[in-house]
Nanobody, 121 residues
Framework: QVQHVESGGGTVQPGGSLRLTCTASGNIFSDSVMGWYRQAPGKEREWVARISKDGMEEYADSVKGRFAISRDDARNTLYLQMNTLKSEGTAVYYC???????????????WGQGTQVTVSP
């Protein structure tokens, strides 16, 4: 069973920065696609960014150029550097690990408990 814990959330003013961290247990981290999602109050959970096993990064248009995702496989840790935060960035941010087990056709998703980010004057 994979478990991971997000940290680094908090309250920041518009234009500020935060760095989120997700540390995972287990031995499948380096073979997994890692991603960040967020869920604002009253809205559906939405994808923010992902990074492949080979380090290829992808971003939602709403955060492109402001957020940076990175991973440290030696530490089983995923990061999200968030710069120039906007009020619409207020949400609970979730770390996602997607791993394709042998014999399966779809990867299995593992989720953390989330960390709150509030962007407010």
């Amino acid at each position: 069973q994979v478990q991971h814990v997000e940290s680094g959330g908090g309250t920041v003013q518009p234009g500020g920065s935060l760095r989120l961290t997700c540390t995972a247990s287990g031995n499948i981290f380096s073979d997994s696609v890692m991603g960040w999602y967020r869920q604002a109050p009253g809205k559906e959970r939405e994808w923010v960014a992902r990074i492949s096993k080979d380090g290829m990064e992808e971003y939602a248009d709403s955060v492109k150029g402001r957020f940076a995702i990175s991973r440290d496989d030696a530490r089983n840790t995923l990061y999200l550097q968030m710069n120039t935060l906007k009020s619409e960035g207020t949400a609970v941010y979730y770390c996602n690990l997607a791993y394709l087990f042998v014999g399966n056709v779809q990867p299995k998703d593992f989720w953390g408990q989330g960390t709150q980010v509030t962007v407010s004057p």
